[in-house]
């Protein structure tokens, strides 16, 4: 079956060009009759064309039996052309005979093209009335659409967002210019070259938006940034492991101050995809630690002793009430998690924490709770019993003993005095940022009176 196919499909192939070769174009039959009043009347023709065609005025024509010999002087190869073309098609030409010289003289290709150059300009001319019209019209537009684009008090009032007004008042600004060109283009009767124009603007379009998709992508999440307000000046965020405190958000990057003190900058794009950690939204925080007590001690009054210790300090605050839990069990110590509450507002997160910390280390101390230290096991060959007396034996190791039992009981114990437990927020980084927003002049998009996401 295959074969078969295969021989069809050969034979198709060779019958084509076969069937092409045997059957030829009609072609234009010759009259057989006397053609002198004919050749006559094609040679005053002509000649009479060619008198009246700028170019071919020397060109002379001898015609016979409908064969047309063509010869004389031309300026160029395009006005050859033009004169064969022109005989070619003239009725009852059999054939054209091209004898014509082509010169090539200055004097001959010049003035073509200034006579061109004269017509061009006193058309201009006679449209100069036409062309100021359309200047004036495409002007009074564009600046029309800048007056209106500056009018931000009616554009805020369509979109309260800043962003989004600026935004819209530069499209109007450039509507209107393009309206202007438009008008302009169909005044002077260049109506077809406006569909050009679009065109090619769709494609250069296309071609830009690939180049700058990245920038494009930061400017569409700065306006949807500006849209949801995920923050606010003044707030402590983290943005993708990137810690600090919000100073702006403009129409290309957010800006933060990290808790050195440093400048960080955050495109937008990375923002608005990234995930953000705002620990300003709710003032109240959770801090915890973990404190280990020896495995023979009782981890539930352990965990009470730590709890009562927490809550003797004001800045824990009683709802939700300080908590705390078995962590882990060790091999030779018990984990257990205290966890409290602070209102970030009035109280320094760090400062609580560490104040809290040592509260319950030295409350569990001086109930007899023990911290837990590694434990080593050291095993010896031989005669231990032996060593261990000859070193306590040894005068050197006894007056050591004596010495130091001699001065202990005499020590004064050193007390430390307790400082005050200041645990006010700290105020620096906000006053950083503060004098920063005040003294810089660059647009911030974060809109204290809009709901925050």
Same mark, same amino acid.
């Given at each position: 079956?295959?074969?078969?196919?295969?021989?069809?499909?050969?034979?198709?192939?060779?019958?084509?060009?076969?069937?092409?070769?045997?059957?030829?174009?009609?072609?234009?039959?010759?009259?057989?009759?006397?053609?002198?009043?004919?050749?006559?009347?094609?040679?005053?023709?002509?000649?009479?064309?060619?008198?009246?065609?700028?170019?071919?005025?020397?060109?002379?024509?001898?015609?016979?039996?409908?064969?047309?010999?063509?010869?004389?002087?031309?300026?160029?190869?395009?006005?050859?052309?033009?004169?064969?073309?022109?005989?070619?098609?003239?009725?009852?030409?059999?054939?054209?005979?091209?004898?014509?010289?082509?010169?090539?003289?200055?004097?001959?290709?010049?003035?073509?093209?200034?006579?061109?150059?004269?017509?061009?300009?006193?058309?201009?001319?006679?449209?100069?009335?036409?062309?100021?019209l359309t200047l004036i019209v495409f002007i009074a537009f564009g600046l029309f659409g800048g007056w209106l684009a500056r009018?931000?008090?009616?554009?805020?009032?369509?979109?309260?967002?800043?962003?989004?007004?600026?935004?819209?008042?530069?499209?109007?600004?450039?509507?209107?210019?393009?309206?202007?060109?438009?008008?302009?283009?169909?005044?002077?009767?260049?109506?077809?070259?406006?569909?050009?124009?679009?065109?090619?603007?769709?494609?250069?379009?296309?071609?830009?938006?690939?180049?700058?998709?990245?920038?494009?992508?930061?400017?569409?999440?700065?306006?949807?940034?500006?849209?949801?307000?995920?923050?606010?000046?003044?707030?402590?965020?983290?943005?993708?492991?990137?810690?600090?405190?919000?100073?702006?958000?403009?129409?290309?990057?957010?800006?933060?101050?990290?808790?050195?003190?440093?400048?960080?900058?955050?495109?937008?794009?990375?923002?608005?995809?990234?995930?953000?950690?705002?620990?300003?939204?709710? &003032?109240?925080? =959770?801090?915890? +630690? %973990?404190?280990? /007590?020896? @495995?023979?001690? *009782?981890?539930?009054?352990?965990?009470?002793?730590?709890?009562?210790?927490?809550?003797?300090?004001?800045?824990?605050?009683?709802?939700?009430?300080?908590?705390?839990?078995?962590?882990?069990?060790?091999?030779?110590?018990?984990?257990?998690?205290?966890?409290?509450?602070?209102?970030?507002?009035?109280?320094?997160?760090?400062?609580?924490?560490?104040?809290?910390?040592?509260?319950?280390?030295?409350?569990?101390?001086?109930?007899?709770?023990?911290?837990?230290? &590694?434990?080593? =096991?050291?095993? +010896? %060959?031989?005669? /231990?019993? @032996?060593?261990? *007396?000859?070193?306590?034996?040894?005068?050197?190791?006894?007056?050591?003993?004596?010495?130091?039992?001699?001065?202990?009981?005499?020590?004064?114990?050193?007390?430390?005095?307790?400082?005050?437990?200041?645990?006010?927020?700290?105020?620096?980084?906000?006053?950083?940022?503060?004098?920063?927003?005040?003294?810089?002049?660059?647009?911030?998009?974060?809109?204290?009176?809009?709901?925050k996401e």
């Amino acid at each position: 079956m295959r074969a078969f196919l295969l021989s069809l499909a050969l034979l198709l192939i060779i019958q084509v060009p076969v069937q092409a070769q045997t059957a030829p174009e009609p072609q234009a039959t010759i009259d057989a009759e006397d053609t002198t009043q004919s050749d006559q009347k094609i040679d005053q023709r002509l000649t009479s064309i060619f008198e009246k065609v700028t170019g071919t005025e020397e060109v002379n024509v001898e015609v016979s039996a409908g064969v047309v010999t063509l010869s004389g002087d031309v300026a160029n190869e395009t006005a050859a052309r033009d004169a064969m073309d022109i005989a070619t098609r003239t009725d009852g030409v059999v054939t054209v005979e091209d004898n014509i010289n082509r010169t090539l003289d200055v004097r001959g290709n010049v003035a073509p093209v200034l006579q061109g150059f004269q017509d061009d300009l006193r058309n201009v001319y006679r449209a100069l009335p036409l062309i100021l019209l359309t200047l004036i019209v495409f002007i009074a537009f564009g600046l029309f659409g800048g007056w209106l684009a500056r009018r931000k008090s009616l554009w805020q009032r369509v979109s309260p967002n800043p962003f989004l007004a600026e935004i819209i008042s530069q499209i109007v600004r450039l509507a209107f210019w393009a309206i202007g060109a438009i008008i302009a283009l169909n005044l002077i009767g260049a109506s077809s070259l406006i569909a050009t124009i679009l065109g090619g603007a769709g494609v250069i379009g296309i071609a830009i938006g690939f180049a700058v998709r990245d920038s494009l992508e930061n400017y569409i999440s700065s306006i949807m940034l500006s849209l949801r307000q995920p923050f606010r000046a003044q707030d402590h965020v983290v943005i993708n492991d990137l810690e600090g405190i919000v100073v702006r958000l403009t129409s290309r990057a957010t800006i933060l101050m990290t808790l050195e003190g440093n400048h960080l900058r955050i495109p937008n794009s990375t923002v608005f995809k990234g995930t953000i950690l705002n620990y300003t939204t709710n &003032p109240e925080r =959770r801090f915890e +630690f %973990d404190v280990g /007590v020896d @495995g023979a001690d *009782d981890p539930v009054s352990a965990m009470q002793i730590g709890l009562d210790a927490m809550k003797q300090h004001d800045f824990v605050l009683d709802d939700p009430l300080p908590g705390a839990i078995i962590e882990t069990i060790g091999d030779s110590n018990i984990v257990i998690r205290f966890t409290g509450w602070v209102d970030q507002t009035v109280t320094d997160y760090g400062k609580a924490r560490s104040y809290a910390i040592r509260s319950v280390i030295n409350t569990l101390d001086e109930n007899g709770f023990t911290m837990p230290e &590694p434990i080593y =096991r050291l095993r +010896f %060959d031989g005669d /231990v019993k @032996g060593l261990t *007396d000859k070193i306590l034996s040894s005068p050197k190791h006894g007056a050591k003993t004596a010495s130091l039992s001699e001065k202990t009981p005499n020590s004064p114990a050193v007390k430390v005095k307790e400082p005050p437990l200041d645990v006010s927020k700290d105020r620096h980084l906000e006053e950083k940022v503060a004098e920063e927003r005040e003294q810089t002049s660059e647009d911030d998009l974060l809109d204290g009176s809009k709901p925050k996401e």
